[in-house]
């Protein structure tokens, strides 16, 4: 791709079909068996490596799954799941959330997590469902393609920014194939046995998980639709003579 060339639509057109393409991306949670080609994991992962990152490091490792490899791992991470007494003493590779939640995050926690479970049927305290349910992670949500992102242990946080940025290109370049993701930080705690069944380098660290293919829109669960606070929540703009608040 010729970075430096005219964009392919008209302004208007343009702005649109980008803002849809983020905005249309939400973390779907059942999938359609409708395979992905190679071919496509490849053109998605090739938009996204032009994301930007401090001094062009491109920290980025990309491990993808299908097939028998994904089932093989999926079976192997859920014998470990459905047994509290080897899963419960695993731990992560890093902290992904606060080890203490404090408002807004525990409430906006808490309302994505009953948001869920209510269009599911699954009752608060009906810990047999909210495991099966957790557990579909670990089939990617029935997804034909898993990713697994790792980044160099010797990296500092400022690598994990450039991460972020990766992921939300491979999501985006996703939507634009009319394609659904899902990023999971589930997979975190098995990050020795997934390093382990995928031959990942010592060196390597986990980032997180991600399910890619076709949502299944009949599937009740993808009817969730996640809230975001306005601009003005979160945005202060600072001209010469005072500050205002979008």
């Not at 990713?147 to 450039?162: A, K, P, W």
């Not at 972020?164 to 899902?182: D, E, I, P, W, Y």
Request: glycine content about 6%; hydrophobic content about 40%; some cysteine.
């Amino acid at each position: 791709m010729n970075r430096m060339m005219a964009p392919p639509l008209e302004a208007h057109a343009l702005q649109g079909a980008v803002d849809w393409a983020i905005a249309t991306r939400r973390s779907v949670r059942a999938f359609l068996p409708r395979p992905v080609p190679r071919e496509e994991v490849e053109a998605i992962l090739s938009t996204a490596r032009y994301s930007a990152s401090g001094m062009n490091m491109q920290p980025w490792h990309v491990h993808v799954l299908t097939g028998p490899a994904k089932a093989r791992l999926s079976a192997a991470i859920a014998v470990l799941d459905d047994d509290p007494g080897r899963s419960g003493e695993l731990l992560e590779p890093y902290d992904y959330y606060p080890r203490e939640w404090c408002s807004p995050y525990l409430e906006r926690r808490r309302k994505v997590g009953w948001d869920l479970y209510g269009l599911l049927g699954i009752a608060k305290g009906d810990k047999q469902r909210m495991h099966l349910q957790h557990g579909r992670n670990y089939r990617f949500f029935d997804a034909p393609v898993g990713l697994f992102f790792t980044v160099d242990r010797e990296l500092e946080e400022g690598s994990l920014l450039d991460y972020g940025m990766f992921l939300q290109s491979v999501m985006v370049a996703a939507r634009g194939r009319n394609l659904h993701t899902c990023p999971q930080a589930a997979f975190l705690k098995f990050h020795r046995q997934i390093a382990d069944l995928l031959d990942i380098p010592a060196g390597q660290m986990l980032v997180c998980g991600m399910s890619l293919g076709y949502a299944d829109t009949s599937s009740v669960e993808n009817s969730l639709v996640t809230e975001r606070e306005p601009v003005s929540a979160f945005t202060t703009f600072h001209d010469t003579s005072k500050e205002t608040t979008a």
